[in-house]
């Protein structure tokens, strides 16, 4: 998943994006949505940066 494809909630994506731009990530992240609000692939696409940062 990628930042992109993820509609809405462009503070709560630029907040993570900075977390990991600036090597502040947390030992662990707790991602709380009602179903339809994103935040599964808001997970993946965070989870992917992480894991792969620069791509």
Known sequence: MNWENIAGQE???KLLR????E???SHAQ???GKEGYGTLPMVLAYAKEVSEPGK
Do not use: G, H, M, P
């Open 11 to 13: 503070n709560l994506k």
């Open 18 to 21: 900075d977390s990991i731009a």
């Open 23 to 25: 090597n502040r990530v």
């Open 30 to 32: 707790l991602f709380v």
